[in-house]
C-alpha cells in the first residue's frame, strides 16, 4: 500500500479489552504505539528502532500486571519516546524523567 507497512502485536493485558500494539512504518519513518499492556520481549522487538513511540507509562516504578511502569520504558530501543496512560503515581515523577510527557492537546509531529 505505497510504502505503508502497519505491524500489530496482540499486548498482555486483559482479554476482554482486545490489547493491541502498533508499528506504522511509512516515508521513512516508524512510529509505535503501545497500547495497554505490560512489556515482553515481542513489544520490545515491536518497537525496536522506532522514530518515536508513544508509550503507556501506568507507574513510576512499581509494576503492575498489564500495565508498563517508568523502567519498562529504558527497555524501549526507540530513538524519541512519548509517555502517556499515566496514573497520578507516574504523574508525580514527570519532572523526574527524560521522556516527554503527553496530556490533553499535545502534539506530536515525527
Not at 28 to 33: E, F, L
Not at 50 to 77: G, M, Q, S, T
Request: some cysteine.
Amino acid at each position: 500500500m505505497n510504502g505503508l507497512k502497519i505491524s500489530t502485536l496482540e499486548a498482555r493485558h486483559t482479554r476482554t479489552t482486545n490489547p493491541m500494539a502498533h508499528r506504522v512504518e511509512v516515508g521513512g519513518k516508524v512510529v509505535c504505539y503501545t497500547g495497554d499492556g505490560e512489556y515482553t520481549d515481542a513489544l520490545g522487538e515491536l518497537v525496536a528502532d522506532a522514530d518515536l513511540v508513544v508509550a503507556e507509562c501506568y507507574f513510576y516504578d512499581k509494576p503492575v500486571n498489564w500495565h508498563l511502569n517508568y523502567p519498562d520504558i529504558h527497555r524501549l530501543n526507540a530513538k524519541r519516546v512519548v509517555l502517556t496512560h499515566m496514573s497520578a503515581n507516574m504523574l508525580a515523577q514527570t519532572e523526574n524523567v527524560g521522556e516527554e510527557s503527553a496530556y490533553d492537546g499535545y502534539v506530536v509531529t515525527v
